[in-house]
């Protein structure tokens, strides 16, 4: 997160003494990134952090790859991934390659049993359908329709959903997601030119604290496997913290659009950037007002990044026959464009009520078993007339 946040109580002074009421000590923990040189908070214990108990155990969730070198366009309906009780077995990669993963999630049931951290990415979790509440041991978000979660690596989570009609689209990113350099000024600060500002970004403003000992599962993953940690203390018994390393939730309806006369290029939309993919929003918004503008998006021959378009909500203009849950995959080095006729129909439009999400990634993407469980292997044919 690029800017300060202070939650409960704190001392005065880093690294010194800090009391409870009857004397004891509260324990500190330094959480940082790359190395000592990237974000980090300071936050203060009930108990030591430490205290492993029992490793139980550990499995894989690697990606099953079906196809390692892809020149396919595919269209994945997304709403096909059947709803699955457990968080963690609801996600399905669907797009692999060794900087991210890109993830299809319909839980039902909150997390109840057990706590997840994920220590090798950040993970970036956009809400397309459900209402709950973010849980973490630096504080809870609550979350709706339209939410980006930004949860980093190593934060304790857990999801609780008010029903069980959730579906979620979650990049895991092996690169730190921050938001683009380019709207930050040297202090860190969004410039005026960006397309949100701090306002937008939402901290956590709740902690629950428990000071309990018993067993405590965490579900670690690390390197594709996920270990069944037993922990002697409750994960979530921090009084305090302050720092800049914590979850925060930006809402896309929030993401105010760049326009101009002619069609604006994408990074107009950039919203988040990693230094192997960009995210970026696709919100409603006026077309481009040149007398003879054409709104829909040229021809373009992305040569050295895969797109992934995952649609949200509204009539998508540039493509026939796309609904909400679809995910589109172009991948690098062949040109994409408009399908026949939406060129020609988007002539005179003066608005788009189209929401969407990209990720560009400068790798190019595996396609996995799940994806070609709800793939449509005919798409790459559809600019055929
Ligand atoms: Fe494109």
């Excluded at 895991?172 to 306002?199: A, M, V």
């Amino acid at each position: 997160m690029p800017f300060y946040h202070k939650l409960g109580e704190i001392p005065p002074k880093r690294h010194t003494q800090f009391k409870k009421p009857d004397g004891s000590f509260y324990y500190e923990q330094l959480f940082g990134t790359i190395g000592f040189d990237g974000m980090s908070t300071n936050s203060y214990h009930e108990q030591r952090p430490t205290q492993v108990k029992e490793i139980k155990g550990n499995y894989s969730v690697a990606p099953k790859i079906a196809k390692a070198n892809n020149m396919q366009s595919y269209r994945l309906h997304g709403f096909k991934v059947k709803p699955e009780n457990d968080y963690l077995q609801s996600r399905k990669i669907v797009l692999s390659n060794s900087d991210c993963n890109i993830i299809l999630s319909a839980p039902k049931s909150s997390t109840k049993d057990y706590f997840y951290k994920n220590t090798d990415a950040d993970e970036l979790i956009f809400i397309h359908k459900g209402t709950g509440k973010l849980r973490t041991h630096l504080g809870n978000l609550d979350f709706k329709y339209g939410d980006y979660l930004l949860v980093p690596r190593g934060i304790i989570y857990k999801l609780d959903f008010d029903t069980e009609d959730n579906r979620l689209f979650i990049v895991e990113s092996y690169r730190p997601i921050y938001t683009p350099k380019r709207y930050r000024n040297w202090f860190g600060q969004l410039l005026e030119h960006s397309p949100f500002c701090e306002r937008d970004l939402r901290q956590p403003q709740e902690l629950e604290t428990y000071n309990e000992s018993g067993d405590f599962l965490i579900k670690v993953k690390k390197q594709d496997e996920i270990f069944d940690m037993i922990y002697a203390s409750h994960p979530f018994d921090v009084v305090g913290y302050d720092g800049y390393n914590y979850p925060y939730a930006f809402s896309i309806h929030d993401f105010e659009p760049i326009t101009g006369r002619v069609h604006q290029p994408p990074p107009v939309h950039q919203t988040f950037e990693t230094d192997a993919f960009v995210v970026c929003s696709f919100v409603p918004r006026l077309y481009d007002y040149h007398p003879l503008a054409v709104p829909a998006p040229y021809n373009h021959s992305n040569i050295d990044s895969d797109e992934v378009l995952y649609y949200v909500d509204g009539d998508f203009m540039s493509r026939n026959d796309i609904d909400k849950g679809h995910i589109s995959l172009h991948p690098a080095g062949i040109p994409h464009g408009p399908h026949p006729g939406a060129m020609e129909r988007s002539i005179g439009k003066v608005k788009t009520d189209e929401l969407a999400v990209m990720v560009d990634t400068f790798k190019p993407l595996k396609v996995t078993e799940e994806a070609l469980k709800i793939a449509d292997e005919d798409y790459y044919k559809s600019w055929l007339e």
